[in-house]
């Protein structure tokens, strides 16, 4: 898989070019690979509006299995090879590439001030406070639910837990699946985490268990794990077996009546044709915070060793910009982290209304960094939970001394 070559594309067209006394411009062609399959229709056509203003540059986006996609870049950049333009995980993610120096850092050569610090937390190496890719969207942890099946069973989208798990029990009653989510695959249990947890831990335990004033044995922890225990119930018969795509079919056939996701899920259940709305997690109490977990999903960076690097960093200034920003919202259905960027679809709009109330979606954005990751831990122990071989204590003081160890 070579994909720098010592005669690139550009010196040959040039030459040739100079050879026959045309007026042909001369191309550079860049590799731009990512990991998102189901958005190649949508990234052309971002990438065409690039090249109008372009017509030199050629970007040829290259979409992998998005479970192959680490081991393939890794692969190559360790090779020195690798494509132009990479699609970056965030966080821990973004740090296994630009710690090695597989990526060129962007502070001087992109104008980032469209962009919140918060979301160049994202994209940024903690050993240089650098930044090394250009934000792409934000995802916020919302619960769904099918409008038409609890309109049909008489229950009005729950405020507070004690309604929650009420309007759980009243669906259950009736037959119908209260909440879609399974447990086989780890990140969609982490991902309910995320809705359920930070109401019950507070709008300060991040900070707190960030700086190290406690830890995830905290009493307010193991309460927001025992109400995740208490969940059971209302979950999927088999729920230890339902995967992700298992969820979404439960949900979208309206056998299941709500289900806790992504904002990234709005395009799927649009096109699945039901009847839908989102909510926040549940308060702890009357008038408490209806907090949402949200994080930063990605970036887009240039190959340190790419032999296009100025065409490269061309077309990063442009994800930087408004209009790629809009264009990712409206095409993608993605909350575009840079500055003026408005949705014109009034879902999207309800998360950026939601996000008002926002708390860091805690393992991916704190705890990804070494190995195990917090994300790893709390997967692995709230399964062990959900099968009834762990108490929430336990997986409070399993988290814990993980992370402590990992260090």
């Known amino acids: 898989m070579k994909l720098h070559r010592n005669l690139s594309k550009t010196a040959i067209l040039t030459g040739l070019a100079m050879m026959a006394g045309s007026s042909v411009m001369a191309q550079t062609e860049l590799d731009f690979w990512s990991w998102r399959q189901e958005d190649v229709a949508a990234y052309n056509e971002m990438i065409a509006e690039f090249q109008e203003s372009h017509p030199d540059i050629t970007v040829n986006f290259v979409a ?64 240089d406070g650098q930044v090394y890719a250009v934000p792409f969207g934000t995802q916020t942890v919302v619960i769904y639910y099918n409008k038409d099946v609890l309109a049909a069973n008489d229950v009005t989208p729950p405020t507070t837990w004690d309604e929650f798990t009420a309007a759980a029990q009243k669906l259950k009653d009736a037959g119908v699946i209260p909440l879609a989510n399974g447990t086989a695959d780890g990140w969609t249990i982490e991902i309910m985490s995320g809705d359920i947890m930070p109401n019950f831990y507070g709008a300060d335990f991040f900070g707190e268990v960030t700086s190290g004033a406690t830890d995830f044995e905290d009493p307010r922890y193991v309460t927001a794990l025992e ?25 979208t056939s ?74 990712l919202t409206d095409k993608l259905g993605v909350v575009s982290p840079v500055a003026g960027v408005v949705p014109t679809d009034p879902m999207l709009k309800e998360v950026i209304e939601m996000q008002a109330e926002a708390t860091p979606y805690i393992m991916l954005v704190a705890f990804r960094f070494n190995s195990p990751t917090g994300s790893t831990l709390l997967q692995n122990g709230l399964q062990e939970m959900f099968a009834g071989s762990k108490t929430p204590v336990e997986v409070a003081a399993d988290v814990s001394n993980g992370i402590k160890a990992s260090k």
Do not use: C
């Open 64 to 127: 992998h299995p998005a479970t192959e996609y680490n081991t393939i870049l890794a692969t190559a950049l360790a090779a020195g090879e690798g494509p132009d333009i990479i699609q970056t995980r965030s966080y821990g993610g973004l740090e296994v590439l630009a710690k090695p120096g597989y990526l060129e850092p962007l502070n001087d050569k992109v104008d980032l001030s469209v962009f919140s610090a918060d979301a160049l937390l994202g994209t940024s190496l903690r050993s």
């Open 227 to 251: 109400k995740m225990d208490a969940l059971k119930p209302f979950l999927p018969n088999g729920y230890q077996g339902i995967d992700y795509a298992t969820m979404k079919q439960l949900f």
């Open 254 to 327: 309206g056998a299941a009546a709500m289900m806790v996701g992504g904002s990234f899920e709005l395009p799927g259940f649009k096109e699945s044709g039901i009847n839908f709305g989102m909510m926040a997690g549940p308060a702890a109490e009357t008038g408490g915070s209806r907090m949402v977990a949200t994080w930063l999903d990605g970036g887009y960076a240039v190959n340190a060793s790419s032999e296009n690097k100025d065409a490269a960093l061309e077309f990063i200034n442009f994800t930087a910009s408004k209009e790629f920003g809009q264009m």
